[in-house]
């Protein structure tokens, strides 16, 4: 026997006794008197036979509330919602049999004018709808939103209110008067069903569990577009939370007199990812690509210039000096360093799909990551030809390091994933910088030791002393390579 025809069964058994043990006795009330032959006070038979109708009425309405409940909820409306049928839609329907039922007693048992009944409650329910009609818009507006049925509960949505800001949160409860949503900062609201007929209301779980959402950035004109939306795909698509199908994607929204105005559009499982959540890692990881491009947001601004204008973003041909400046391995660096260093390097650009470094090949350079996003593919089952994404290199990264000062093979396979701009620094750049000042040696293996073993001990979780040998002793293999590799320049000496 299935599950839900025993839950049926259950539903509809009490309310069948009720009914039989009170219909029977008011169906055959005089012959069962005149059987038994009891001489009853009639007033007693009377108020007896009063009460077993009564409850006939009312074990007809409790049957016909669990008919309802079986036959219409759980038999035809529920599969069709694909849940639950809301609690309140139920308490009307049950209300509203009860309400019959009591006429049914007023009139049919105590033989009282109904019609004078209801002109007497049309009055008072006039008098007290006056009173409460707010309270009443809330209940017929709570019926009409579990009948249309815009939300379910555990959808997010978007309240757009006039003079507030949008409110956005996951819907947990409808009752009479009220629906109550609650947001990401453990905040609940609790909004007038009333009001939830007048507002704009968003669903952003419907019709699919994805939505999409959309920031804009203003950037000064003498941003390139081109290289624009090189940083904020690039960023947007370095963010944690954003789907990668639908792929995030940046376009030119307009102008403005502050700048050219740019949309970044994403997508999020809201139940996953709260909308909040998704802005801020967006906005985050944009604002770090625009900072290691040297690029800042537009703002407004009056500029009186006398003399030539300045530039207004980093670029190589201009500002080699600040860039290089941006990069760990190098900070220790000395001003006439920095500008020789500067003047060697060599920008490349790659296009969204190129390999820029392949596992295994030889390579005597390393790269620095300027505008755009790569990821990183590692051989992790050993068998050389699965490869899997390990990691991804946004704008400040470097890469290639251990080749470039030590001469050995390509660890891992880097390919762009948007249009990239990086910097390359061969052997040749670093040989002569090393052979001026043998010594820079030491702070280079040190900065690359100090980043290989702190992502070993967010790993591990090393102890501060154990970090710390193991940087030591990483610094000090490093430095022995290098050693080997720039043979007669005395490194580290």
Known sequence: MAKTEVKARKKLFWPIVLLLVSVIPTLYWDSLI?????????QTIKIAKYSIATISWLSVAWLAIRLVDVVIWDGLVAPRLGGTVPRLLKDVVAATIFIIAITGIIGGVFNLPVSGIWATSGVVGLVVGLAVQSMIADVFSGIAINIDRPFKIGDWVRLNIRGIPDMIGCVEEVNWRSTRNKTTDGVRHIVPNSLLGQIIVTNLCEPELRSRFELLFTLDFEVPPERALRILNAGVKAAKGPLADPAPKARVNGITEWGVEYKVRYWLLPADFSPNKGRNAVCSSILEHLHHAGV?????????????????QLTL?????????RIDIFKSLES??????????????FRAG???????????????VVEGLLFVYADLEGDGTTTTRVGKLIPGDFFG??????????????????????YEITRSDIED?????????????????ERRVSNLKTRDKLSHEEHHEETKNLA???????????KGLGLGD
Not at 35 to 41: A, K, M, R, T, W
Not at 317 to 325: G, H, I, M, P, S
């Open 296 to 312: 800042t947001l537009a703002y407004q601004k009056q500029d009186l210039y006398v003399a030539e204008m300045p530039n207004r």
């Open 354 to 368: 190129d390999q820029i470094v392949k596992k295994d090949a030889p390579g005597e350079s390393m790269y620095i």
């Open 401 to 422: 390091e251990m080749s470039l000062l030590t001469g050995e093979p390509r660890s891992a396979t880097v390919e762009a994933a948007t249009d990239t701009i990086v």
């Open 317 to 325: 041909e201009t500002d080699r000096k600040a860039l290089v400046r």
């Open 433 to 449: 910088l090393l052979a001026e000042r043998p010594n820079i040696a030491n702070r280079i293996t040190q900065v690359i030791a």
């Open 476 to 486: 000090d293999q490093l430095l022995g390579k290098m050693r080997g590799f720039f």
């Open 336 to 349: 006439t360093e920095v500008d020789s260093l500067s003047q060697r390097i060599t920008q490349r650009q």
């Open 34 to 42: 005149h059987e038994i032959g009891v001489d009853v006070i009639s």
